[in-house]
Nanobody, 124 residues
């Protein structure tokens, strides 16, 4: 049984930082591309950032470039999302996802497994 468990969300002031973690189990973690998505109230879920299996390749949506950093530790089956210079528009539920697609998957359907989400709220 595959499980992805996010942690690290919370309430932070604009300009602050948070670090999200996603611990995976039940899958060969190192063979999966990992991604972070987010869904704000009343909006569709959107891709935020992805990291390839080896960790050597990362790709970001434009709105978070220079502020967010994704990393992974294949020995710990964990992916991280360091979020700096947070803005109120970053407020959303953040989801971790695992996918076996080749390349740079950014669509929901390219990811087979999902976590339950963690709330990030940025106050102005």
């Amino acid at each position: 049984q595959v499980q992805l468990v996010e942690s690290g969300g919370g309430l932070v002031q604009a300009g602050g930082s948070l670090r999200l973690s996603c611990a995976a189990s039940g899958l060969t973690f190192s063979t999966y591309t990992m991604g972070w998505f987010r869904q704000a109230p009343g909006k569709e879920r959107e891709f935020v950032v992805g990291i390839r299996r080896s960790g050597a390749g990362t790709y970001y949506t434009d709105s978070v470039k220079g502020r967010f950093t994704i990393s992974r530790d294949n020995a710990k089956n964990t992916v991280y999302l360091q979020m700096n210079s947070l803005k109120p528009e970053d407020t959303a539920v953040y989801y971790c996802a695992a996918g076996d697609s080749i390349g740079t998957p950014t669509r929901d359907y390219e990811y087979q497994y999902w976590g339950q989400g963690t709330q990030v709220t940025v106050s102005s």
